[in-house]
């Protein structure tokens, strides 16, 4: 098998790899944002439910959560593992983003509630076109982080079956007796997928920078 | 006949062991300005926080325009779109230009449409002599800006009193001037206004009733004639004193 092949085999999983990220991220971030608006603004019992979601969530490997979470859905309905793996690193994520917006939103200063609450909004308008649009700005750092985090879990689904690069890089080097070149290439490709989705966010941050004087 | 505004019975406030403030009575008429002085720690701020119900009081009742707002079943929301607030710190929407700062409540609040709530908000900036101003966001402006900024957002929304909870205190003494100057001319164009400050010279020139409040009661209220040159108590005179004297150390040496 010549070399080029054997990369473009490997590679070839990267669309397995890019659709679990793009359905796990933004279902977390979603999920992630109701949550922290639910612990911060929720009252007492709801931050309390929220806080032990995140422990259990946080607590334990995503691997064994990603079985667990795997079986339950497999269990009761019929998903194929490409779907059910997406959904639940997407669960799993949900526990992180929402730590994370949560602090954001406990760093935006209390005083802008006040203020839209004083001309007349509602809390939940106040939190909608006041608050919230500060906490994804502060909160993009730490989400890239996120999002790095999610690139590489990704990589876990290869144990439902799913043929996404680690799978391919597995496969290919079990037949080709070439671990090195295999693992090695696997790695480059999630490194590159990195380093572009932390640019872009990177990019991101700075055009949604509020001016200020220094 | 003049007509009364807001009226405070009765009002107590208590945090814990803390009473912040006890039974106040206050009444308010309709253009007047009133301005409550006195130490920090009595309840001045409190006082204004509770008529814009930010903060819910313990006891005691709050009527504006003749309808009690302190009610169980009150629309909190609504009564806030009629009272307008100023802020010691500006608070400010930081993500938000000058405009958009004052168009906000217009949109979402009052439900304008876009064009004209845009119009009013310039408008509105122009009040306060900010047009030029009007693209720039809080973190750009200085801070006597940043407050005209917030008076035009609270004045857009057409309240019926103005709350200002001690305006200049942030701001460098070369910057305080321009706020007084924006609340000044309000108040002479006729705006209801509730002022808590340290001002003596603005209380004294703009006032209609100086409210002297010490400990968490009204000592004594009256014309800015009265309390400055025949107050009733004791404290009153040591308290404007006190306070003359640190504040005309201060214009002297400008």
């Known amino acids: 098998m010549d070399l080029s092949k054997f990369i473009q085999y490997i590679a070839s999983g990267t669309s397995y790899t890019l659709g679990v990220t793009l359905i796990a991220l933004p279902s977390g971030l979603i999920l992630g944002l ?88 509602s809390r939940m308008q106040a939190i909608r076109y006041i608050v919230l649009p500060q906490t994804l700005r502060l909160a993009i750092p730490p989400w890239s982080n996120e999002a790095a985090i999610v690139i590489k879990d990704s990589s876990l689904v290869y144990a439902l079956g799913v043929p996404e690069i680690l799978r391919r890089a597995q496969l290919i080097s079990a037949s080709t007796q070439q671990p090195f ?34 | 006949m003049v007509n009364q505004i807001l009226t405070i019975k009765n009002l107590t406030k208590i945090y814990g062991d803390n009473i912040i403030f006890q039974d106040i009575d206050l009444a308010v008429n309709e253009g007047d300005t009133i301005v409550i002085i006195g130490p920090s720690g009595t309840g001045k701020s409190t006082l204004l926080r509770c008529i814009n119900l930010l903060t819910k009081p313990n006891g005691g009742q709050i009527w504006l325009d003749n309808e009690e707002i302190t009610r169980e079943d009150v629309n909190e929301d609504k009564v806030r779109q009629h009272i307008g607030m100023v802020f010691q710190n500006f608070l400010l929407f930081s993500h938000l230009t000058a405009l958009d700062n004052v168009k906000l409540g217009l949109v979402k609040v009052k ?28 973190g750009q402006l200085s801070g006597g800006q940043q407050q005209r900024v917030a008076i035009a957002r609270a004045l857009a929304m057409d309240p019926r009193i103005m709350l200002f909870d001690e305006p200049t205190s942030a701001l460098d003494p070369e910057l305080i001037g ?55 108590f004791q404290r009153t005179r040591e308290f404007l004193w006190k306070i003359t004297e640190l504040y005309g150390k201060k214009e002297q040496e400008k």
């Open chain 2, 111 to 138: 439900k304008m449409d876009k064009a004209a709530a845009e119009l009013k908000a310039f408008q509105e900036l122009e009040r306060v002599g900010l047009s030029d101003r009007a693209h720039h966001f809080p």
């Open chain 1, 181 to 214: 070149l295999a693992y090695t290439t696997a790695a480059l490709i999630y490194f590159a997928l990195v380093l572009m989705t932390n640019t872009l966010l990177g990019r991101l941050e700075k055009s949604l920078r509020i001016p200020a004087n220094p």
């Open chain 1, 34 to 121: 109701i949550f922290a608006i639910i612990y911060v603004y929720g009252g007492k019992i709801a931050a309390r439910l929220m806080n032990i979601y995140s422990t259990i969530m946080r607590g334990i490997p995503p691997i064994v959560l990603l079985f667990i979470l795997y079986f339950i859905m497999s269990g009761n309905i019929n998903l194929s593992p490409f779907w059910a793996g997406s959904i639940s690193l997407g669960i799993i994520s949900s526990a992180y983003q929402m730590e994370i917006i949560r602090g954001a939103i406990l760093s935006v200063s209390g005083g802008q509630m006040i203020a839209a609450l004083a001309i007349g909004m």
């Open chain 2, 178 to 232: 321009e706020v007084l100057e924006v609340m000044r001319n309000l108040s002479l164009a006729g705006m209801t206004m509730v002022v808590v400050t340290h001002e003596m010279g603005f209380a004294r020139e703009v006032a209609d009733r100086i409210v002297f409040m010490e400990k968490g009661s009204i000592v004594e209220q009256g014309s800015p004639d009265d309390l400055f040159n025949r107050p009733k």
